[in-house]
């Protein structure tokens, strides 16, 4: 699809994520993805962008730098990606995820991590065909009740 444009994300975005997270999910959405948007659109280094179709957003990738995290050399982590259902399949979650490895080509940063669900099988596909692969780190959780 040749008019797609990707930019960076921006304040006002946040309604639009809420809605194609929404629609992928197909369950309410309790988080609050304006101020979300609004705190990540207003760091310029982030590495988030939004895919835009007819002054329509119809994708999304959020991500972050990090420094001197356990002794990781400064690296990025995507956190968020979604396509609106109706616009999937046509090439616009490879094009976020190119202009955000290229956004941190240019800064010097050439690890890129990101963590997802073991049974998403659709998404572990998706960063499987970006290059993705297993990490030598492991991740932890614990539940405070």
Same mark, same amino acid.
């Given at each position: 699809? /040749? ?44 590495? /988030? ?29 995507i ?32 690890t ?5 669900r073991?049974d ?14 297993? /990490?030598?780190?492991?991740?932890? /959780?614990?539940?405070?009740?």
């Amino acid at each position: 699809m /040749s008019n797609i444009l990707i930019r960076k994300l921006a304040k006002g975005d946040g309604i639009a994520v809420r809605n194609i997270t929404a629609s992928i999910s197909q369950n309410p959405i309790e988080i609050n993805y304006e101020k979300v948007v609004e705190e990540e659109a207003a760091n310029p280094y982030d590495g /988030s962008f939004v895919a835009v179709i007819d002054d329509k957003v119809v994708g999304y990738i959020m991500s972050h730098v990090l420094t001197a995290v356990f002794g990781m050399e400064k690296s990025a982590w995507i956190t968020m990606i979604g396509v609106d259902p109706k616009y999937m399949d046509q090439g616009i979650g490879k094009r976020l995820a190119m202009e955000t490895f290229s956004y941190y080509k240019e800064m010097g940063i050439y690890t890129i991590f990101t963590t997802v669900r073991w049974d998403s099988t659709d998404l572990l596909s998706y960063f499987k065909i970006l290059g993705f692969d297993r /990490s030598s780190y492991i991740n932890l /959780s614990k539940t405070i009740s």
